[in-house]
Nanobody, 113 residues
Framework: VQVVESGGGLVQAGGSLRLSCVAS???????SGWYRQAPGKQCEVVAS???????EYGDFVKGRFTISRDHDKNTVYRQMNDLEPADTAVYYC?????????WGQGTQVTVSS
């Protein structure tokens, strides 16, 4: 059982990144979410998607991010556009079944001004 994020890195303000989250050996996932934690700040919800593709976003997203999923690949994506230095954080993916929530190890996103 494994959740692995990828796609983080260093980008200039105004740039874009696409994060991926692959779940291995996890089935019947009903909910997937992206969270982030910046140094000295609480963890906050970035975006989420359910198994019927219903999505929600944090207020700070302001239309800049899009979450999507590929059911066949058991993968969730998050496209981030118009990135700001305030978006600098470690981004974590969570995949949830009826029994438990699985977390990835996190991927660092750094936005330079």
């Amino acid at each position: 059982v494994q959740v692995v994020e990828s796609g983080g890195g260093l980008v200039q303000a105004g740039g874009s990144l696409r994060l991926s989250c692959v779940a291995s050996d996890i089935f019947s996932i009903g909910f997937s979410g992206w969270y982030r934690q910046a140094p000295g700040k609480q963890c906050e919800v970035v975006a989420s998607i359910t198994n019927n593709d219903s999505t929600e976003y944090g207020d700070f997203v302001k239309g800049r991010f899009t979450i999507s999923r590929d059911h066949d690949k058991n993968t969730v994506y998050r496209q981030m556009n118009d990135l700001e230095p305030a978006d600098t954080a470690v981004y974590y993916c969570a995949r949830e079944t009826r029994l438990r929530r699985y977390w990835g190890q996190g991927t660092q996103v750094t936005v330079s001004s």
